[in-house]
């Protein structure tokens, strides 16, 4: 226990030394003025379609500040070899993950969680969906789907989520469609439908058969999405080095396509279409 908490506090130190560096780096590199720093708020940035982003490299993309930072790191770091090398940065990397993924999603909203959702780029609701379909939405959030689903001519659609704050603002800007403050878990929240939508939904729950059971009988179609444990390939190396691997910490658990796709058909599914992209998972399953 001794020796695991010294290295506990090893890490830390090094960790915070060496944010405390980058950040006196790219001050010292970039010379960011006040006047820098105006333009770097101000400046607007258009998201990428992701499947129309040209991803060939120039000469001028590969050398650049940052790759001579990250070979600084490494230089920082050698003298704690291998083991404690690694352990640092697993820890580096997932603060500066959740970091750029948290920005990225204040920054662009909605625009950035559809450009990483696996049922929006795998156009999982335009596949399996009729205009006549009563959709549930469940943990509906800010009802990112909605737009997908009145393209489709969905009228018939009920957004649950137990954040006053998630439903008061859909009302106002969704008032054509009916939302529900309440909690999806409860006996009698989800009516009977043709379709069930849980976007990362089970990845919160203690008991996600229990739920997925109780459902089963309610709809004619599920469609979820979850994280993609394994989109991440340092999440393995983390998980056996003890660093941080979740995506949140109040998720209960993390998937895989193995783990969905057990747990559906050990409640009773039969997986019908299966989508990654940008880290999550889409599926679609039907009750058998």
Same mark, same amino acid.
């Given at each position: 226990?001794?020796?695991?908490?010294?290295?506990?506090?090893?890490?830390?130190?090094?960790?915070?030394?060496?944010?405390?560096?980058?950040?006196?780096?790219?001050?010292?590199?970039?010379?960011?003025?006040?006047?820098?720093?105006?333009?770097?708020?101000?400046?607007?940035?258009?998201?990428?379609?992701?499947?129309?982003?040209?991803?060939? *490299?120039?000469?001028?993309?590969? =050398?650049?500040?940052?790759? %001579? #930072?990250? @070979?600084? /790191?490494?230089?920082?770091? &050698?003298?704690?070899?291998?083991?404690?090398?690694?352990?640092?940065?697993?820890?580096?990397?997932?603060?500066?993950?959740?970091?750029?993924?948290?920005?990225?999603?204040?920054?662009?909203?909605?625009?950035? *969680?559809?450009?990483?959702?696996? =049922?929006?780029?795998?156009? %999982? #609701?335009? @596949?399996? /969906?009729?205009?006549?379909? &009563?959709?549930?939405?469940?943990?509906?959030?800010?009802?990112?789907?909605?737009?997908?689903?009145?393209?489709?001519?969905?009228?018939?659609?009920?957004?649950?989520?137990?954040?006053?704050?998630?439903?008061?603002?859909?009302?106002?800007?969704?008032?054509?469609?009916?939302?529900? #403050?309440?909690?999806? /878990?409860?006996?009698?929240?989800?009516?009977?439908?043709?379709?069930?939508?849980?976007?990362?939904?089970?990845?919160?729950?203690?008991?996600?058969?229990?739920?997925?059971?109780?459902?089963?009988?309610?709809?004619?179609?599920?469609?979820?999405?979850?994280?993609?444990?394994?989109?991440?390939?340092?999440?393995?190396?983390?998980?056996? /080095?003890?660093?941080?691997?979740?995506?949140?910490?109040?998720?209960?658990?993390?998937?895989?396509?193995?783990?969905?796709?057990?747990?559906?058909?050990?409640?009773?599914?039969?997986?019908?279409?299966?989508?990654?992209?940008?880290?999550?998972?889409?599926?679609?399953?039907?009750?058998?």
């Amino acid at each position: 226990m001794a020796q695991m908490s010294a290295e506990g506090s090893v890490v830390e130190s090094v960790l915070v030394t060496l944010i405390f560096l980058e950040i006196l780096m790219l001050t010292q590199f970039r010379s960011i003025s006040a006047q820098s720093l105006l333009f770097l708020y101000s400046s607007p940035v258009n998201l990428r379609d992701p499947k129309k982003a040209d991803l060939s *490299l120039k000469q001028q993309d590969l =050398v650049n500040i940052d790759f %001579l #930072l990250y @070979r600084s /790191l490494r230089l920082l770091l &050698f003298p704690f070899g291998k083991y404690l090398s690694m352990k640092v940065s697993t820890h580096l990397h997932w603060i500066f993950r959740h970091l750029s993924i948290a920005t990225s999603s204040h920054y662009f909203g909605v625009d950035f *969680l559809n450009s990483r959702s696996a =049922v929006i780029q795998g156009q %999982l #609701l335009e @596949r399996h /969906l009729n205009e006549s379909d &009563f959709v549930v939405d469940v943990a509906c959030g800010s009802a990112r789907y909605l737009p997908t689903l009145k393209m489709l001519g969905v009228k018939n659609y009920l957004g649950l989520d137990s954040s006053s704050d998630h439903i008061e603002r859909n009302v106002k800007l969704f008032p054509e469609v009916h939302f529900k #403050l309440c909690n999806a /878990l409860e006996q009698g929240a989800v009516p009977h439908c043709d379709v069930v939508i849980a976007s990362h939904f089970l990845e919160h729950l203690t008991e996600p058969d229990a739920f997925l059971t109780q459902i089963s009988d309610l709809c004619k179609k599920l469609v979820i999405e979850v994280p993609d444990f394994f989109a991440d390939p340092v999440n393995l190396v983390s998980l056996s /080095l003890g660093s941080p691997w979740w995506t949140d910490r109040d998720h209960k658990r993390e998937y895989s396509v193995e783990s969905i796709e057990e747990l559906l058909e050990h409640c009773g599914y039969q997986v019908i279409e299966k989508c990654l992209a940008g880290g999550t998972i889409g599926v679609v399953a039907v009750p058998n």
